[in-house]
């Protein structure tokens, strides 16, 4: 097979040896050295991923699983593989129990449709928390509004933590189904989500973890949480756009309808009836992401072959570092200070719109996100339009924090 | 030293515009109202005329959003006030132009006019800001539309 994959050396982790390999981290925007703190929003690439992906076009690319020439076997044994990769990375007991979507927003819908939809029934609830991203809200009051069943929304404390009694005063004989997030898109805050499922499970309701901003943080282990689905994106561990996986246990895929018709997804066909593949093709209609799958496969390797004690070291130090250094700045307010948390950081500067703040440090080289992330149940509950948030990868360092506080106080200048 | 198309952005007349919003209330009675919304970063506004022998005798706005926007629909406010319905319509077209950075043409009675908005000219440096200062002006032709369905900048 002529698609090469990294197999790196495992090294001890050193944030100036990962920089090297995001190409990105070299450029400059406005004559400044770019800053970037959006890794939640979207992480940039290696150059191993950039390769990956390109080489599948410059030496290995056909339609998979379909004709039977020496290209489409490569691509096909490819694809294959970065399956199981990502069964790995999730601790799965089987490829066939890892779905390709295009993204959690794909996955979280064809969970909805396919599993839960079907067993919901008027009056039926779906429980949530407050701070979910609304890839993982939308679906669920869409189908639960063509049900006549309800979201219920687990609350955020203070500190922006979920504390379990709130699951244990809401499940009840209505609750069908749990839909987490791992981690915060906006606060950070790290889910008791093994404690969850556990609650859950007790009572027989299954549970869908959203693993959008924790599977960049290290490995997930769907077994040793019991989940029943987990699903992430591509583009936020590294690996490319329009890419991502459903975990879902196979005790559920194998019961599930497809989600959409199409090549790829069949047993036999004719116009009065067609039946199924086992999963995960059943799954997957049309001819996928190939390129990008094979290119995540190697965003796997890549962080599987990373010193994860050091990068864990890394990003509490930067986050402890960060946190010290905004509450520096005069009058800002930092939102969701749990005790544990991602390296994700939101704030704002009061008489300074999140946007007005974004574009000013924007000059200054700094990339954040402004606006209401996406959560706007979240920002409802926080009592804000919009906030500022900075968020770490593995590529970041302390002196990026240090411009983002000297840009965050240029701000405050200008606005005074 | 702070970048000069920053500074461009967020003139001083911006910033007091975005700090102390001109015409920051409701128009009791309004003959015609619309509220708009940016989608993809919340700002929101509604907009109020008093609409009496085809002229703008009285424009406010409540609403709430980033300086740009503010800003926007202060000066906005302003300059439409006194206004005939065509003027305001031929402002809407114009400012549009105005905030890509181009020349806007218009009826030179409206010159005096288009000079005081002349401090928004900054935004067209910064293209992912252009909506928050359309918004306003969105809402505006939408309200003198006579429409219900609230403006969308997308």
Redesign the interface.
């Known amino acids: 097979m002529s698609v090469s994959l990294v197999h790196n050396a495992k090294r001890p982790f050193d944030v100036d040896v990962i920089r090297a390999d995001f190409p990105i981290l070299s450029r400059t925007v ?1 004559g400044k050295p770019l800053v970037y703190l959006d890794s939640a929003a979207s992480a940039q690439k290696p150059d191993c991923v950039i390769e990956a992906e390109g080489n599948v076009y410059r030496q290995s690319y056909a339609n998979i699983n379909r004709s039977a020439h020496a290209l489409a076997g490569e691509a096909t044994v490819a694809f294959d593989a970065a399956r199981a990769r990502i069964a790995r990375f999730l601790n799965a007991k089987s490829s066939d129990e890892i779905v390709f979507v295009r993204g959690a927003t794909e996955a979280i819908n064809l969970v909805a449709h396919s599993f839960v939809a079907p067993i919901l029934g008027a009056g039926d609830e779906i429980l949530l928390t407050e701070l979910e991203h609304h890839s993982n809200i939308v679906p669920w009051v869409m189908i639960a509004k063509e049900k006549g069943a309800k979201v219920v929304a687990v609350p955020i404390d203070e500190d922006g933590s979920v504390p379990l009694s709130g699951f244990a005063e809401r499940i009840s004989a209505r609750t069908k189904f749990i839909s987490i997030a791992h981690a915060s898109n906006v606060l950070g805050t790290i889910l008791p989500v093994a404690e969850i499922i556990a609650l859950a499970h007790a009572r027989g309701i299954p549970v869908l973890v959203d693993g959008c901003q924790m599977a960049p943080h290290g490995k997930i282990d769907v077994q040793a949480l019991d989940a029943d689905f987990y699903v992430f994106s591509g583009h936020k561990i590294y690996g490319p756009s329009g890419v991502g996986a459903l975990y879902g246990k196979m005790a559920h895929l194998s019961k599930m309808p497809p989600y959409q018709g199409g090549g790829s997804m069949i047993d036999e066909v004719s116009f009065d009836r067609v039946t199924f593949a086992d999963p995960p093709a059943r799954f997957e209609a049309g001819t996928p992401a190939i390129a990008q799958a094979i290119a995540l496969g190697v965003a796997i390797d890549y962080l599987n072959n990373l010193d994860w004690p050091g990068v864990h070291a890394h990003e509490a130090d930067l986050l402890a570092y960060a946190t010290d250094r905004l509450r520096e700045v005069n009058s800002l307010r930092l939102f969701g200070q749990s005790q544990n948390r991602a390296a994700i950081i939101a704030f704002e500067m009061p ?6 703040l974004a ?2 440090v924007d ?1 200054e080289g700094v990339a954040v996100r ?3 992330h996406c959560a ?1 149940p979240l ?1 409802k509950r926080l009592g804000v ?2 906030t500022a948030r900075a968020s770490f990868g593995i590529y970041n360092r302390r002196d990026e924090v240090d411009v983002l506080v000297s840009a965050l106080r ?1 701000a405050g ?3 005074k | 030293m702070i970048d000069s198309d920053l500074m461009d952005l967020y003139q001083e007349i911006i910033l007091d515009h975005g700090r102390h919003p001109r015409n920051h209330r409701d128009v009791p009675g309004a003959t015609h109202e619309a509220r708009g919304h940016n989608p993809l970063c919340g700002d929101n506004v509604k907009v109020q005329v008093m609409l009496v022998d085809d002229k703008l005798s009285d424009i406010a706005f409540t609403g709430n959003g980033c300086a740009i926007s503010q800003a926007s629909a202060s000066l906005m406010t302003d300059v439409l006030k006194g206004l005939s319905e065509q003027q305001a319509r031929e402002l809407i077209v114009a400012i549009q132009a105005l905030l890509k950075g181009e020349e806007p043409s218009t009826d030179p009675a409206l010159a005096d006019a288009i000079d005081r908005l002349m401090p928004l000219s900054g935004v067209s440096g910064f293209p992912m800001r252009v909506k928050c200062a359309t918004l306003a002006w969105h809402t505006t032709r939408s309200a003198l539309d006579g429409q219900t369905a609230p403006a969308k900048t997308e």
Do not use: N, V
């Not at chain 1, 008489?351 to 007005?356: E, F, L, S």
């Open positions: 406005y008489g300074i719109h999140a946007h007005d574009t000013i000059r402004a606006g209401h706007q920002m339009h919009a240029r200048e200008l606005f």
